[in-house]
């Protein structure tokens, strides 16, 4: 009874997650329906909620961003946009924060998450997987030997972690892809990458473990 159990979990959880999922983002994105006026939403013109509409309008509305920022009028008119922000205080600091780290990972010249890299932690005994990300000039200027900054995420919510400044000859870089590294840490190992994508270095450095 209980394999049978197991197995029937096995079939409707990842089922179920990704219905929950589907359902809150396009719940969500929904929302954009109530940028149009009264007499324009589809429920009133149809005379039924068809969910994805929302979708359908909040893609089309960040193309059409994209298309106007891509001009000179469009440029102009978001420096406008964007020094009004600066100029209220709370404002300021949550949006330039903001405006950093999106910049970073959605810039097409980001450095965010360059490579995947083993580093010992949390002792050094224990390795982790942790991804290479930017390091300040400042910082780089301070520190004697070669390093590099790793981004440490947790298991499962990779969006949670810790940022450390390592060593580069303590480091081992992977050759596996971002997202083949972020699948093994959500899963917890569940999902893993296969062996004969790792360096032959990686495996010497586990033999000396």
């Given at each position: 009874m209980k394999k049978y159990l197991l197995t029937g979990l096995l079939v409707w959880v990842p089922l179920g997650i990704t219905v929950w999922i589907l359902n809150l983002t396009i719940s969500t994105l929904d929302q954009s329906l109530l940028l149009l006026p009264g007499n324009w939403h589809p429920d009133k013109l149809l005379g039924v909620h068809i969910p994805g509409l929302g979708v359908i309008l909040t893609v089309v509305i960040v193309i059409g961003t994209g298309l106007l920022v891509r001009n000179v009028l469009g440029q102009r008119l978001l420096r406008y946009w964007e020094s009004l922000l600066h100029r209220i205080p709370v404002v300021n600091s949550i949006y330039h924060g903001?405006?950093?780290?999106?910049d970073t990972l959605l810039s097409s010249n980001g450095q965010a998450f360059r490579k995947v890299l083993l580093v010992r932690y949390p002792h050094p005994a224990a390795w982790s997987l942790a991804?290479?990300?930017?390091?300040?000039?400042?910082?780089v200027q301070q520190l004697k030997d070669e390093y590099v900054a790793v981004f440490i995420p947790t298991a499962p919510s990779p969006v949670n972690g810790f940022y450390f400044y390592v060593r580069k000859a303590d480091v081992i870089e992977l050759n596996i892809s971002v997202d083949v590294a972020l699948k093994s840490i959500v899963s917890m190992g569940v999902v893993a990458p296969p062996a004969n994508v790792l360096p032959a270095s990686t495996l010497t450095s586990f033999s000396d473990l």
């Open positions: 903001v405006k950093q780290v999106s991804f290479q990300t930017s390091i300040p000039g400042e910082v």
